[in-house]
């Protein structure tokens, strides 16, 4: 949300140095840096247990997806860190497809 925030700033001709943040915070938010051609390889270390997928779907392929996580959804339980109840549906149905054909 900041790297968000600090880039309509940019945008809008604010000028970011009076944020006090410094062109290195800047750099690794992204802020002010053109669109990348590809996502860079973190190494192992450096990724947080949270992951982002995206995906391209077509045509229906999108209603059977929302419909399917839509059934899916549950409300989250305590132990699970994950707050996406999307992300939680999708893991939900990707383990039972993997348990049916196993």
Do not use: H
């Not at 045509?59 to 409300?75: D, H, L, M, S, Y």
Request: glycine share 10%.
């Amino acid at each position: 949300m900041l790297r968000l925030g600090l880039a309509d700033l940019v945008e809008g001709g604010f000028e970011i140095a009076l944020t006090g943040i410094t062109e290195d915070e800047l750099s690794r938010l992204s802020v002010g840096v053109g669109e990348l051609e590809q996502m860079p390889e973190l190494p192992d270390g450096d990724r947080s247990p949270f992951r982002d997928m995206t995906f391209i779907l077509y045509g229906e392929q999108f209603g059977i997806v929302e419909r399917a996580i839509a059934r899916a959804t549950k409300p989250r339980e305590a132990s699970n860190p994950n707050r996406s109840p999307q992300g939680n549906a999708l893991v939900a149905i990707c383990a039972d497809y993997l348990a049916r054909i196993n």
